[in-house]
């Protein structure tokens, strides 16, 4: 069984009478992308180079990353555990972030689609 469109159309207000070209258009959704990409872009790019970084430690520089710092833990195996430290940190901070500057913009566009005045 399939479903079929109502042949009266969308009803105004309703999801799909809205016009979402003009919504991604808008200044606010414009400046909620720009306030999205200036803080995702650069997070990613950093944390890929301290990947990189220390994936190229472990390749070519033993000599360095077996130096031990207390007991059998060595410069290696402190940097690997700072890559999942460094994971929760960047989620931390991504979650201050929307917090403060994505959700009320995401809320005040969503709230103007719905209606309004709900």
Do not use: C
């Not at 890929?48 to 430690?57: E, I, K, N, R």
């Not at 390749?59 to 833990?73: E, I």
């Amino acid at each position: 069984m399939s479903t079929t469109e109502d042949s009266a159309g969308p009803t105004p207000g309703s999801p799909d009478s809205t016009d979402w070209v003009a919504v991604q258009s808008s200044p606010e959704f414009t400046e909620l992308r720009r306030r999205l990409r200036t803080f995702v872009f650069p997070m990613a790019g950093l944390f890929l180079t301290w990947y990189v970084l220390y994936v190229l430690l472990a390749d070519y520089a033993h000599g360095f990353m077996s130096t031990k710092l207390v007991g059998n833990v060595n410069v290696g195996l402190v940097l690997g555990l700072l890559q999942f430290a460094s994971t929760f940190v960047i989620t931390a901070l991504y979650v201050r972030h929307a917090n403060r500057n994505l959700d009320p913009t995401a809320e005040k566009i969503r709230h103007e689609l719905e209606g309004g005045d709900a």
